[in-house]
């Protein structure tokens, strides 16, 4: 059964860090694309972040040179380090995994940046 559990988030400063986790199961990250996702309230969900199982990685615009993606194979899980925060990073954020067609969520991590 695949599941993905995102935790980390939390309030932090405009000018913060942050460094979301996600735990897989019931699949290996490091066999999968991984994307970060995030929404804000009264938003759709929009795409953040990508790592191929290759290790090719991809960022939306607004956070290249700030957001990385990276996987720990060990321990089965992504990871998105967030630096150099805006209150317009504030969003729940979700990992997501498509295998063989199927989407999946976890429950999401809410990020506040507020002074």
């Known amino acids: 059964q695949v599941q993905l559990v995102e935790s980390g988030g939390g309030l932090v400063q405009p000018g913060g860090s942050l460094r979301l986790s996600c735990a897989a199961s019931?699949?290996?990250?490091?066999?999968?694309?991984m994307r970060w996702y995030r929404q804000a309230p009264g938003k759709q969900r929009d795409w953040v972040a990508f790592?191929?199982?290759?290790?090719?990685?991809n960022y939306v615009e607004s956070v290249k040179g700030r957001f990385s993606i990276s996987r720990d194979n060990t321990k089965n899980s992504a990871f998105l380090q967030m630096t150099s925060l805006k209150p317009e990073d504030t969003a729940v954020y979700y990992c997501?995994?498509?295998?063989?067609?199927?989407?999946?969520w976890g429950q999401g991590t809410q990020v506040t940046v507020s002074s």
């Open positions: 997501n995994v498509n295998i063989f067609g199927r989407n999946y």
């Open positions: 019931g699949f290996a990250v490091g066999n999968f694309n």
């Open positions: 790592l191929s199982s290759s290790g090719t990685t």
